[in-house]
Structure formats: structure tokens, C-alpha cells
């Protein structure tokens, strides 16, 4: 997925350089001049920091622990993005993924820029104390670089709020008297975390398929009428369906997969079925649906994995078939999420895919060749910095709460990241059905000119 995001930016300015109602003042060569500088401004992070951190292991032996931080983008506020903690994490990866969030914050006027940050490790071969230590010594490193106006990380892959609150506490012992709960989120409830900030992505995941299908539908049904629209008949059969209900798969049931195909199973105001979920080891798959409670019961229960055989799944009282991990996503189903990893949809598989829309819980899971095949497919696509901003919106309310230690209820951070999701559907999704591009492109385009348009008044595009 390398640079893919940098392609897709440059575009974005490609076509607003053609857009003579967008920054009117600039026009021949100063123009060109602004654009060129926007391309130069958002193509690259504004810093690499690397550090290889030193740590005594359990064992007596000293090691180096490759690990570093992207800071992509301030425009809008300070850095914000996860910490992954992975064997593959790699500087090309984290710098898509920084850019991304400099993007979805940008989109959702969340005011915060974009970050992201890596250690090279596969968490599970290290001990506890470990663990503890690799969490210390990231932020000693990197301590001169963080904090709640500086760069404010957050949990990603490999991490959780367990690694947030050490961090936090090793941030509050270098920076002694200084405002410290902002400068972590995603942390434990009792050290500052949000109430509802777990489910935060799996719900606005499935909240921006819902807003799409049936709230933004029923609302506009007179306008849809219209010669203007352009949308993909498949949406218009869905608000009018009482035939059947709609067939969903998830890939990927952590965190995000499992809360989204919890929310699509007890959906009022949508019939749906949710027929498939998978994880590390297969895909579960079930025609008449599946029964989502008693996978997350069980998920809770058995280190995070799904039944691993017929006898486990007997024994959990789970109807399901057993097929393998990649089944999920060419079954024949017409939503598919995807809730796991990067680049699962590619040119290779990209022509099986039967789902005519896919929603982007993960970040890039579908790469820029597929993207391009299912477009020509007429296949929706929901994209990440769209779907899955459901956690960098929650974590900017446990920010604010950190700030004015006050702190929300669930029902009221909900709300409020629901109103925050709506107020961007709102501004995209009429252009998008009366319009020609991708929902893909719509986003981009949105989020570039709200940075352009910033970074002009600021008076940096010379
Ligand atoms: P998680 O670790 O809780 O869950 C990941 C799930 O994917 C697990 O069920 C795992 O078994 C499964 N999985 C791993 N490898 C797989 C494979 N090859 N095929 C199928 N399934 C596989 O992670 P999460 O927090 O749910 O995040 C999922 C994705 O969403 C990640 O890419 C993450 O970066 C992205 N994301 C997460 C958040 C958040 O708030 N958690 C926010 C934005 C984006």
C-alpha cells in the first residue's frame, strides 16, 4: 500500500487546480505555484523519528528495538495516531497510515493532525515486564517530540489501552507538573480513558453503511427520484426491500469486526443476516445467519479466537460451517466488511468479489488496482477514512475530557460521535449520487480542500 495514499492526494489537487470556485483569488501561475507547493506540503511527513530502543530482556541480554514515529501533518492540530506494534510494521506502511489520519481528521474536522507510530516486534514473544519497559523507553525516546499539543498517540495494532496507561504514567514522570492526560488516549477508563471508546469504530463502521443505505435513502427518496442521481440501483431495491434481508460478511471479528456485525445483527430499522465472520484462522459461515451474541460471548471467552472446529462449536451451541480464511470475501453476499488487515482485496482476487458494497473498517484493505476493478464493477465502496474514524473521533472526546476533566456518559459520547458521522455524510453523499466518482474520491477530494483551503489563509503556499 505503499504511497498509494500520496497517488490519490495528488489527484485530489489535480482536479482542484481545475476548479476554478475553489480558492478563486489564485489564478495562472501563482496557481500552479500554490498547487505545486500543496502537492510538495502533503506528499511528505514533515518528520521521521527513528530511535533502535534499548532493552535488558528477562534473560539478562540486551536488545535494540527498531521503532519509530511519523508525524505526516499539524495544519489542522496537533499529530495524532496509533502506536503498532508488529513484526512487519515497516516506514513506507506507517507513513501511509500517518497520512491517512492527517486525511480522516481533515474530513471529519476533527482538529487534529496526522501521526503514526511503529515498534518492530511481535508483542506475543515478549513477557509483561518486557512489554512494560519497550512501553517506557518509547516514550523516553521520543518524550521531546509528544504530548497533548504536540503528538498524541493511541492504541493500534498490538497495543491496547493497557500499553497507554504506562506510557501516559512514563510521560507524566519526564514532564513533572505539566498537563499529561491528554497526551495518551485510548487508555483504561479508570486512568482518563472514554467511556465507549472500544466500540467507537465497530459502531460508526456500521453506522456509515446504515446512514448510506437506509437514513441518507428514506430522507432523500423525492430527490433519488430525480434525473440527476446516478445511484447504483442495487442501493435503491434496498431502501424498498421487504423481500429478503441483506446478507453480510466480516472479516476480521476484534475489536472493530465484532462490535460492527454486533450492531448489524440488532439493527432495527435493517433486515440483515449476517451469514459469515472470520479471523486469523478461517471463516465461519452460516446461510440463515449467524448467531452473533454467542460469537462474541465466545470470543471474550477464548483469548479473542473463534471456535477452531466442529467440536467447539457444538459445544458453544454455534450453528456454522467451517471454511477457510479467505472465503469471506468472495462469498455471495451483499455487504462485505472488512475489519482485519491491509491489502485484502487486490487485483488477484478483486474480479471474485460478490458483495456490491464493501465497507472499510481497516485501514487501505482494499489496494488501488482493486479499486479500481470493482469501481468498473459498480461495487460501492465505503471508504476508510469515512468508515472507520469512529476511534480517532472518540479518542479527540477522551482528549477533551482529559482537558476538562469532565467526563461524558456512553450515551452521550454515542450521540455525539453519531452527530459528528451524520455531519460528514451530510456534506458528501448528495454530491456523491448525483455525481460520477468514487465515494473514495468524494472523501479525498473533501479532506485535501479543507487542508488546502487552511493551509492558504495560514499564508504557506508560496
Ligand atoms: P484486532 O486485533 O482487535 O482484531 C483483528 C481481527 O482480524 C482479529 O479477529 C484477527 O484474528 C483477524 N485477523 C488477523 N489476521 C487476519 C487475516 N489474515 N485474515 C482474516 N482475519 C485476520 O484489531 P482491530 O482493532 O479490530 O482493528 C482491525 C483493523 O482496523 C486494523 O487494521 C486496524 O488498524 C483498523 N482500525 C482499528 C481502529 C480501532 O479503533 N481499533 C480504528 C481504525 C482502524
Redesign the pocket.
Known amino acids: 500500500m505503499a504511497n498509494e495514499t500520496g497517488l490519490i492526494v495528488q489527484q485530489s489537487l489535480d482536479a482542484l487546480l481545475q476548479d476554478t470556485d475553489f480558492l478563486t483569488h489564485l489564478k495562472g501561475l501563482d496557481r500552479e505555484q500554490a498547487f505545486r507547493s500543496l502537492g510538495a506540503i502533503l506528499s511528505t511527513p514533515n518528520h521521521i523519528h527513528k530511535s533502535y530502543l534499548r532493552i535488558v530482556m528477562d534473560s539478562g541480554n540486551v536488545v535494540r528495538v527498531p521503532a519509530f514515529r511519523i508525524q505526516h501533518n499539524d495544519t489542522l492540530g496537533p499529530y495524532k495516531g ?1 502506536i503498532r506494534f508488529h513484526e512487519t510494521v515497516n516506514e513506507d506502511e506507517v507513513t501511509n497510515l500517518a497520512t491517512l489520519m492527517t486525511l480522516k481528521n481533515a474530513l471529519h474536522e476533527v482538529p487534529f493532525g496526522g501521526a503514526k507510530g511503529g515498534i518492530i516486534i511481535n508483542p506475543r514473544d515478549y513477557s509483561v515486564r518486557e512489554l512494560y519497559m519497550i512501553c517506557k523507553k518509547y516514550v523516553q525516546y521520543f518524550s521531546d517530540v509528544l504530548g497533548p499539543d504536540k503528538d498524541i498517540p493511541a ?3 498490538g497495543s491496547g489501552e493497557r500499553e497507554m496507561d504506562w506510557m501516559m504514567a512514563e510521560f507524566k514522570n519526564i514532564h513533572p507538573g505539566e498537563p499529561y492526560r491528554g497526551s495518551f488516549t485510548g487508555k483504561s477508563v479508570v486512568n482518563g480513558g472514554s467511556l465507549g471508546r472500544r466500540e ?2 465497530g459502531k460508526g463502521v456500521y453506522f456509515t453503511l446504515r446512514y448510506t443505505l437506509y437514513d441518507f435513502m428514506k430522507h432523500q427518496s423525492q430527490w433519488l427520484a430525480g434525473e440527476k442521481t446516478q445511484v447504483n440501483p442495487f442501493l435503491q431495491t434496498v431502501i424498498g426491500h421487504t423481500d429478503r434481508p441483506l446478507k453480510l460478511a466480516v ?7 465484532s462490535v460492527a456485525a454486533l450492531e448489524a445483527y440488532q439493527c432495527k430499522l435493517l433486515q440483515n443476516k449476517v451469514v459469515a465472520v ?4 478461517h471463516t465461519l459461515y452460516n446461510e440463515d445467519g449467524l448467531d452473533i451474541p454467542a460469537l462474541v460471548d465466545y470470543t471474550a471467552n477464548h483469548g ?2 473463534l471456535p477452531l472446529s466442529k467440536d467447539q462449536l457444538d459445544a458453544a451451541g454455534i450453528k456454522a460451517e467451517l471454511l477457510d ?1 479467505e472465503a469471506v470475501l468472495t462469498l455471495d453476499v451483499d455487504v462485505l466488511i472488512l ?4 491489502d ?1 482485496i487486490h487485483a488477484d482476487n478483486a474480479h471474485a468479489v460478490k458483495a456490491r458494497i464493501i465497507v472499510e ?3 487501505a484493505p482494499v489496494t488501488g488496482d482493486a479499486d479500481r476493478i470493482l469501481g468498473e464493477q459498480g461495487v460501492v465502496i465505503i471508504p ?1 477514512i469515512l468508515a ?1 474514524a ?3 473521533i472518540v479518542s479527540y472526546f477522551e482528549w477533551l475530557q482529559g482537558r476538562e476533566t469532565q467526563f461524558y456518559t456512553e450515551d452521550e459520547v454515542f450521540k455525539q460521535l453519531v452527530d459528528k458521522m451524520q455531519h460528514t455524510m451530510e456534506s458528501l453523499l448528495p454530491a456523491y449520487f448525483g455525481g460520477v466518482h468514487s465515494l473514495r474520491t468524494h472523501c479525498y477530494n473533501h479532506a485535501v480542500m479543507k487542508l488546502s483551503a487552511t493551509l492558504y489563509r495560514l499564508g504557506k503556499l508560496y
Open positions: 496509533g492504541p493500534d495494532m467507537a469504530t472479516q476480521g471479528f476484534g475489536n472493530v469486526g472470520s479471523d486469523r484462522n479473542g479466537d480464511r475489519a482485519a488487515l491491509e485484502q473498517g481497516a485501514n476508510d472507520n469512529g476511534g480517532v
